[in-house]
């Protein structure tokens, strides 16, 4: 149980263009999904805070129109990377937070691998 | 501001022998801490919670501790093995929403047969 997939787990696009991201909890509903972003021989950088319904919570120095963050659903969270540039490859994962059960391990996508050329 | 050091960048062992790592922090007084394993190109998997009021935590060839004094927690995995070869992350959570962890940098840990 607790199977979080992250689509797609590659991408390729040109500058200037716009990708989306989808994280969806398949057998649990997560009223908060987090966004990192893993750079090599780096550790996971937080990006926001999804909460479903309500506006997501950017950290310190991520551009939220940017990246833009929808949390339409208990099952859903996206993230689009909106006119993307070579800096902004990288990999990036969500994670979940099972519905009531605070302070519980986070359950990851398996991440998704930006080129932007 | 809140630190975590995960001192080793990669540690290499030979199969068989007990691999430790280390997690310690700095300006911080966690409630808990975890340990995930990531391998190359996949996101982490959870192994191991570790609460403060608890010394030790075990999970088969697994075993964490927590000592809050020193600010810090080994994870031992006994009578490693290759397939053990993995990136070991240690996680505390970051205050703010619930389940908002902060990550050390890892260690990859290289098992040889």
């Known amino acids: 149980g607790a199977v979080v997939s992250q689509h797609p787990s590659r991408v390729i696009c040109k500058s200037g263009t716009s990708v989306k991201i989808e994280c969806r909890s398949l057998?649990?509903?997560?009223?908060?999904m987090f966004w990192y972003r893993q750079f090599p021989k780096q550790s996971l950088m937080l990006m926001a805070t999804?909460?479903?319904?309500?506006?997501?919570?950017?950290e310190q120095g991520v551009e939220k129109d940017k990246f833009l963050i929808n949390h339409a659903s208990l099952t859903l969270s996206t993230l689009t990377v909106t006119s993307a540039h070579p800096e902004d490859s990288s990999f990036y994962i969500c994670?979940?937070?099972?519905?009531?059960?605070?302070?519980?391990?986070?359950?990851f996508g398996n991440g998704t691998r930006l080129t932007v050329t | 501001s809140q630190k975590i050091e995960q001192n080793s960048e990669a540690l290499n062992i030979q199969e068989g022998k007990t691999a430790t790592l280390t997690c310690n922090y700095t300006?911080?007084?966690?409630?808990?801490l975890q340990w995930y394993r990531q391998d190359p190109g996949r996101g982490p998997v959870f192994l191991l919670l570790i609460r403060e009021n608890e010394k030790e935590k075990r999970k088969e060839r697994l075993k964490v501790t927590f000592d809050t004094t020193l600010k810090q927690s080994l994870f031992h995995i006994t009578a490693s093995q290759p397939a053990d070869s993995a990136t070991y992350l240690c996680a505390l959570a970051g205050g703010g929403s619930q389940g908002n962890l902060i990550f050390g940098k890892g260690t990859k840990l290289s098992v040889k047969p």
């Open positions: 057998d649990f509903q997560a009223t908060t």
């Open positions: 300006n911080y007084s966690p409630a808990y």
């Open positions: 999804s909460n479903e319904g309500s506006k997501a919570t950017y």
């Open positions: 994670s979940a937070l099972p519905w009531g059960l605070y302070n519980s391990p986070l359950h």
